[in-house]
């Protein structure tokens, strides 16, 4: 099992105008920054080493976590200018001391079994595998194909569907999986690999129907406030 996780922690949180002065990653859930719950639940599933990419008030995180957290090491990856997705993961894989990594966004909370997750990616040996959530009546997610061996084919557009997967922003990556590509230091995740690569690439998905929500946006956040309250 892997036991190093980058957690994506540098986001503006732009939309939650309830939330000041603080990366939205440290927005307050019931008292408690939801980055805490996030690690307090990636802890118990075993990890014990993170690699914290942090741009936007990075000291706020710093300074709160320290360089351990419940005697689990640290290690702040700072982005002195916006990197994407793409570039902050790109710069904390320098630092990744293990094969493959777990990466997670710091302002979702999918309730993944990682171990599952780990043996499916292990036997099969794709570049990256991602956990996908099912969903239902929404269009807030771009959708996610795949044929029946789980490989994904298609990364669709965001817009109405009546259900489908979508990228639950949790990823198990090699760690190498960047270096015969001529990728910027800046780019996104999503667009620049995801859906360029897909094709080249030996993407898989990996199907998991645990609890899910994303912060970013305010009736989400102020949902979490009720349905995180027994966590942290």
């Known amino acids: 099992m892997i036991n190093e996780a980058i957690i994506l922690a540098g986001g503006f949180g732009t939309r939650l105008t309830t939330v000041k002065d603080v990366p939205k ?9 939801f980055l805490q719950i996030l690690l307090d639940d ?6 014990s080493k993170f690699y914290l990419a942090v741009g936007y008030q990075h000291k706020v995180i710093i300074d709160y976590f320290g360089p351990s957290y419940m005697g689990c090491k640290i290690q702040y990856i700072i982005e002195d200018t916006p990197l994407g997705t793409g570039g902050a ?25 990682i171990e599952l997750m780990y043996q499916q990616h292990n036997s099969c040996s794709p570049e990256i595998t991602l956990a996908l959530k099912p969903l239902i009546n929404f269009d807030r997610y771009g959708a996610v194909q795949i044929n029946d061996k789980l490989r994904i084919t298609k990364f669709s557009e965001k817009k109405f569907y009546t259900e489908g997967l979508i ?3 949790v990823y198990l990556m090699n760690s190498d999986v960047f270096k015969s590509l001529n990728l910027p230091e800046q780019f996104s995740m999503e667009q620049v690999y995801f859906e360029k690569y897909c094709s080249e690439k030996q993407l898989e998905g990996f199907i998991d129907e645990g609890y899910f929500i994303d912060i970013g946006i305010p009736e989400d956040y102020e949902k979490a406030q009720v349905e995180l309250q027994n966590f942290g």
């Open 25 to 33: 990653p440290m927005a307050p859930i019931n008292g408690v920054p």
């Open 42 to 47: 990636l802890l118990v599933k075993g990890i």
């Open 89 to 113: 993961i790109k710069k904390a894989l320098e630092h990744v001391s293990s094969d493959n990594v777990f990466v997670f966004n710091g302002d979702t909370y999918f309730d993944v079994d």
């Open 167 to 169: 990228n639950g922003g």
